[in-house]
């Protein structure tokens, strides 16, 4: 970066594949932000030219660089785009989710009034209503017993440096790692964030929009994405040392629900919560 280049405060890494309309409103969410002191790095993973496109007709509105590695998995993707960052901030947006115009003033103020090494914010659908994780409903320091209600990758900033010491996300884990822990690729870089030091910071005014996939109905798909993301739970929490008495509450819901939903003749669902419950302990028994 030559010394006239503005500087960069956040740099945005997007993984993407199979997705077009979805990806396209993501940009526009970000061509719409009130800060423009930022770049968009796209991490293309699709065997054809359908984001050729739509980066062509953002290009003059965003600071937008179009990468097409030849490699799989959101958690290789997602290092890949950090490793070209030039931004003080990397940040993870999915390529689904959408932000308000306000969202980096927003992180701004959060660094000037708490500095800290990583920020987390919550997820929320396009009511503005708690998705994905019972999120707490305070602010707080980010610690290893509220990793779990205080994180969502998509709305996760950390300091470029700190995420290089790192080492980044595990390949091993994550959508299309090519191993059973199809997710919580997030709370496992955050663990290892705070094991090495790094403090972190949570704030649930900081919000990202995503589509609310409670919403969507029952499925075969549905069902085996539970397990993948259930086997991703169980193996970094046993990975990082929580007894068995912690993971114990996170069987006995979807064992819950198996009876719940079974009782009120919802197979689906009955179905989902058995693959997550599956998941949940093989994932577990796997980082014995």
Known sequence: MSPNTPAIFVSMVVATLGR???????????????????????????????????????????TIRHLRPKIRGLSRARN??????????????????????????????????????????????????????????????????NVWSTLIEWVFFVRRETFARSGGFDERLGVGAGTPWGAYEGPDLVLNLIKAGATGVYEPSLTGHHPDERAAPPSAEGARKMRAYGAGLGYVMRRHGYGFRTFAPHLLRPLAGIVVYTLTGRPGLADRSRQLLIGRWTGWRSAA
């Open 20 to 62: 077009s309309t979805e990806f396209d409103g993501l940009l526009a969410s970000l061509a719409a932000l009130t800060r423009r002191d930022f770049e968009v790095i796209v991490v293309d993973q699709n065997p054809d030219d359908r984001l050729v496109p739509i980066v062509a007709r953002w290009q003059h509105a965003l």
């Open 80 to 145: 890949l785009g950090a490793a070209e960052a030039r931004g003080n901030w990397i940040l993870f947006p999915d390529d689904d989710c959408w932000y308000a115009p306000d969202f980096l003033d927003r992180f701004a103020a959060l660094v000037e009034s708490r500095p800290a090494d990583f920020y987390c914010g919550r997820a929320v659908n396009a009511e503005g209503e708690t998705i994905m994780v019972r999120f707490s409903t305070e602010p707080e320091t980010v610690r290893r017993e």
